[in-house]
């Protein structure tokens, strides 16, 4: 079961300038950071506000590593934006086979490595009326390396 908005996934060109854009605008501070190689990413996740499940909502702002990963190929193309979102759900496992079973196109065959230990899975964007949708399975709170 989908539980909450984990993240919103936010692509940048300057990942130092996006974040002290947050800060001096709203107050947001960064609440983790670090580079996912597999995913060709550099990112800081801003925490919005916790949530009634035990999880959290973020900002999650990339800045691409390479120009060849999926959010150096999405910025090329569009600019900067909003590039996915992302549902919580304590079992991403059980979720995304269930959502595969009704015809969207799920990306990885088993859940990969996430922002701060949490495992995600992704939904192709042109199954979900345009929208890259990622599912969030968050690490326990003991596991949570920040
Ligand atoms: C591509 N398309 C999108 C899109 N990216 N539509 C909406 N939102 C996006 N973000 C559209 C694109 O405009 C094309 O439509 C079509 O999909 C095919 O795109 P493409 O440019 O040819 O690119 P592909 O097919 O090589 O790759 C697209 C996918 C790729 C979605 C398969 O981006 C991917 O594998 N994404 C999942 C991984 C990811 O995004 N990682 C970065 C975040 P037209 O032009 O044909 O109509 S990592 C993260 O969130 C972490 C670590 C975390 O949360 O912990
Ligand atoms: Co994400």
Redesign the pocket.
Known sequence: MLTRI??I?I?CFDLDKTVEFYRATYGFEVFHSEV?E????R?AMLKINETSDGGASYL?L?EPTRED???G??LA??GEGV??I?FGTADVDGDSEAIRGKGVRV?YDEP?????G?R?T?L???DCH???T?L?TAAPPSETDH
Do not use: C, T, Y
Request: proline share 3%.
């Open positions: 984990d993240h996934g692509a996912n597999e995913q060709g990413v990112e999650q990339l990963s999926a959010v190929k999405w193309k569009n590039h996915h992302a990306l990969r490595k996430g922002s701060m949490s995600i992704f192709h964007p042109k345009g929208v890259l990622e969030v």
